[in-house]
């Protein structure tokens, strides 16, 4: 997936700041609790209360009691200045410029980057070329329009409705550092399937009435616009919610503020007895990105008067992805963006705002320039692409048949082999996790993300190679999944200690064997 977690650019200096706050995201937990736990007296009760109803319970099924935690990194002069302070400001203000600049680029320019540089450079001053930008890019629309905030609210809306709806089974996410446990309930799959009818419906009594729904395409600026601001306000009402209301004892203030809105102030903030990562990472974020995508395909057959295969290669592979993540979704509230990153800019602005933003410009670039493939073409990367998806599909099918049997169970045949990984809470209490080292996760401790390049490599290529706005996506999910291996990598040894080094004798490679 991806959410946009690993946000921004990642360039050197951006590779810089995540893996610092990755070291001293470790450092913390590894303290084992020393830090400060300053609970607010007269107000315990209550907020145990809040935290079960909300959905925490701690290692032994009781609710959580709630404090702030006050975290206080080892670092010092210009290493703390840099990477809690300057890096996490500038992608606060860059990011957000960053999305828009890259929708001029794709919708105005062609995908063009020499295009735009020579529109800006071709205004002579610098003063001519700052205003040229904002006039192109911000003016009329720097704090949304009314049409994007009713499509935005609505959607919000309907994905909280069929969220809260919903039959589905319930089930537990990995117990937190402080001993919580987060309850969900498996409707993803059901939830993305009814959406896209919904869609579907929807587009189809449009129709019928004069309207379009491919008027979203068409003003994507508007609605980009739109989930900038919506979504650097809900991260500032996350950041006060997590200093005056958290909902469980992962929480915790650096004392800086604009660290603290970047990185976050819970692990697993709740509203309305929501769990607000489900809610923006899964149900907004990806949902929104499939029916953005569909919504481009639409927009491609009114501009070209028929289906144009290059456009229809990229929505179908795009929407079987889409569709295999939510019926893995249980899966998903297991990985390092929900058990380690916290609700703040650095991952709600992402999947409010950088996933639907990003993530769908090659479907937008696709609706403006499609070319036919052919026949031959069409089937090769269909069929590549839907065995990437499948291949993907296998290998976190074997982790789920480990965890849900404790590991009694066969791999290729095979019984499995595994090493049971013991660790140790802040509360002191000892768990045991299964580190699978045969099948799929015995070729490479991330093989997983093979088959995941090559799908999003096989979705970008009907765009051709004029210009590589339509390979935005591909090159920024390299970049994310491997620095997300590292990542995953520090967190682990941290966790596991020994477990750890015996598991990457078994796998020596992280994603691609003999290779890396």
């Known amino acids: 997936m991806r959410s946009f977690v690993e946000m921004a650019g990642h360039d050197a200096t951006t590779t810089f700041i995540l893996s610092e706050l990755d070291q001293m995201e470790t450092r913390q937990r590894a303290r084992n609790g020393q830090e400060s736990n300053d609970a607010a007296s007269g107000r315990v009760g209550k907020k145990k209360a809040a935290a079960h109803a909300d959905g925490h319970v701690n290692g032994k099924g009781r609710e959580a009691s709630v404090g702030v935690e006050t975290t206080q990194p080892q670092r010092s002069g210009l290493n703390k200045l840099l990477s809690e302070g300057l890096m996490p400001l500038f992608l606060i203000l860059s990011c957000p410029v960053s999305i828009m600049l890259l929708w001029y680029l794709n919708d105005k320019c062609g995908g063009s980057v020499l295009e735009m540089v020579h529109r800006v450079a071709s205004q002579g001053s ?19 329009t009314a049409f994007a905030a009713q499509v935005i609210l609505g959607f919000a809306a309907w994905g909280m409705l069929l969220t809260r709806l919903l039959p589905g089974k319930p089930f537990n996410g990995p117990i937190t550092p402080k001993g919580n446990v987060p309850r969900y309930y498996d409707n993803g799959f059901l939830y993305f399937v009814v959406s896209t009818l919904a869609f579907f419906v929807l587009a189809y009594t449009l129709h019928h009435l004069g309207y379009r729904v491919t008027l979203v395409a068409e003003r994507f600026d508007e609605l980009l616009a739109t989930l900038n601001v919506a979504s650097l306000a809900f991260c500032l009402a996350l950041y006060v919610k997590g200093r005056c209301w958290p909902s469980s004892t992962d929480c915790g203030t650096s004392g800086n503020p604009v ?33 953005l995508t569909i919504t481009f395909f639409l927009r491609s057959v009114e501009l070209n008067g028929a289906v144009v295969d290059a456009a229809l290669v990229h929505c179908i592979l795009l929407v079987c ?18 058990m380690l990153d916290r609700a703040g800019f650095y991952l709600c602005w992402g999947c409010l705002c950088w996933v639907p933003g990003l993530y769908s410009f090659p479907a937008q670039y696709l609706s403006l320039h499609a070319r036919p493939l052919g026949p031959v073409c069409t089937a090769a990367l269909l069929a590549l692409g839907l065995a990437s998806i499948l291949v993907n599909f296998l290998v976190d ?8 049997t404790n590991g009694r169970c066969n791999i290729w045949g095979k019984p499995a ?8 809470t802040e509360d002191g209490r000892k768990h045991q996790s299964l580190l699978l080292v045969s099948g799929w996760w015995g070729v490479a401790r991330h093989v997983h993300y093979v088959p995941e390049l090559l799908l999003a490599l096989c979705w970008s290529l009907p765009a ?22 590292h990542r995953d990598d520090l967190k682990c040894r941290a966790k596991y200690g020994k477990f750890w080094e015996e598991y990457c004798r078994h796998v020596p490679y992280k994603i691609v064997p003999y290779l890396y």
Not at 268 to 282: A, E, I, S
Not at 321 to 337: C, P, V
Not at 397 to 404: A, H, L, Y
């Open 259 to 291: 660290f603290d809105y970047y990185w976050g102030t819970e692990l697993y903030p709740r509203l309305l007895g929501f769990d607000v990562k489900q809610l923006t990472n899964c149900r907004f974020g990806m949902m929104g990105w499939a029916l």
């Open 417 to 424: 082999k595994l090493i049971r990984a013991e660790y140790a």
């Open 126 to 144: 610098v003063a001519n070329m700052v205003d040229f930008v904002y006039q192109q890019i911000w003016a009329g629309r720097w704090y949304g």
């Open 397 to 404: 099918e074997q982790k789920r048949i480990v965890r849900e």
């Open 321 to 338: 992805y889409l569709a295999k993540f939510f019926w893995w979704e249980s899966g998903y509230m297991r990985t390092i963006d929900i």
């Open 464 to 485: 051709g190679f004029q210009h590589v706005m339509p390979y935005s996506y591909f090159i920024f999910l390299t970049v994310l999944l491997v620095h997300r291996a």
